[in-house]
């Protein structure tokens, strides 16, 4: 893998990893199914730099929850984090991996742990160590109570996923030589590998019959386009560029996730009433009778004859309120 330097400007630094099943789908939490979604769609995020440092994980994972929380945080501590847990060895980081500290600890906010790449790259990766209790008090006041994967050939849902929740959403690639110099905001076709690179997906726009997705990078403001954005269209992220799953973050407690991942697509019966419901994302969705059941079959419902009846932990979470069903 292929180290940069200063001189080019671009630090890379993602490992790509294989898919865990472990982790939370968001197609268990999606409110409603499939939704009508408008043409143009944006999520305001900021900018941040990564300089040379191969800290392009922690940005953007840091720079998603700046947006959901409306304060700029620590994309340093973040990176350092992940560093300190893969015990300082290797370039750069996971994104899952940083989505657990982030579940764990947390981040603090950007001035109380500020940025500079150009500090030596040892420095920068042992923030974590030499930072005070009250830094990490203030990272756990911003823990994430959940994170989600979203595959990335179901494109429909990971833009859902950002229409609904107004939070960035991370992802990776493999990421070459051509793609530093874009041509009108959009990377070339790849050539000569260069290593993994991690990135934020904030938006999309229609423009005749095709939709263009934008990213937001790590890079130097002047970099691409839009203060250090660029685009690729949406029906060649998978075909050309291989886009990688995408990852949000979601203010569900971790506890009431696994419950929600556990009884998605279960019907289930009410104890009181006998009313017949069915869990979808997080909804819960009233089946009227048999015929209303068997009218929607389509939609992969399992057997009407095994149904079960709702469990109490179901029926105390939080988002899954039996109440508002019907």
């Known amino acids: 893998m292929e180290k940069t330097t200063e001189e080019n400007l671009y630090g890379l630094g993602c490992e790509l990893v294989e898919d865990d099943e472990r982790n939370f789908g ?36 840091a720079g998603a929850k700046s947006t959901q929380e409306n304060d700029p945080k620590s994309p340093r501590f973040l990176w350092s984090l992940c560093k300190r847990a893969q015990k300082y060895k290797g370039w ?119 939709y263009r997705w934008k990213f937001k990078n790590s890079f130097r403001e002047e970099w691409g386009v839009e203060k250090g954005c660029f685009y690729i269209w949406e029906d060649e992220l998978n075909s050309i560029y291989n886009i990688g799953t995408f990852f949000i973050t979601v203010d569900i407690p971790k506890e009431e996730a696994s419950i929600m991942d556990k009884y998605a697509g279960e019907l289930i019966k009410n104890a009181d009433d006998a009313k017949v419901f069915f869990v ?17 079959k389509n939609k992969m419902w399992g057997d009407w004859n095994d149904i079960l009846t709702v469990p109490e932990e179901l029926k105390e979470t939080k988002k899954l309120s039996l109440n508002s069903a019907s």
Request: proline share 6%.
């Open 26 to 61: 968001y197609h268990n939490i999606a409110v409603g199914g499939v939704i009508d979604l408008p043409d143009e769609f944006e999520v305001e995020t900021p900018h941040t730099y990564q300089g040379s440092i191969d800290s392009c994980v922690g940005q953007a994972v």
């Open 92 to 210: 750069g980081t996971n994104v899952p991996l940083a989505l657990k500290m982030l579940q764990k600890i947390g981040v603090p906010k950007l001035s109380t742990i500020s940025e500079d790449p150009k500090l030596p790259r040892e420095t920068y990766m042992r923030v974590s160590d030499n930072s005070a209790q009250s830094v990490y008090d203030e990272a756990a006041e911003a823990k994430s109570d959940s994170y989600w994967y979203v595959y990335s050939k179901n494109l429909q849902l990971v833009k859902q996923a950002l229409f609904t929740e107004k939070i960035p959403l991370v992802t990776t690639m493999m990421w070459y030589k051509e793609y530093n110099q874009p041509i009108d905001g959009f990377l070339p076709r790849p050539k000569n590998e260069a290593a993994g690179h991690g990135f934020r997906f904030v938006g999309w726009k229609k423009i005749g019959d095709r």
């Open 280 to 296: 979808q994302g997080r909804d819960i969705v009233w089946i009227q009778s048999e015929d209303t059941f068997n009218f929607g």
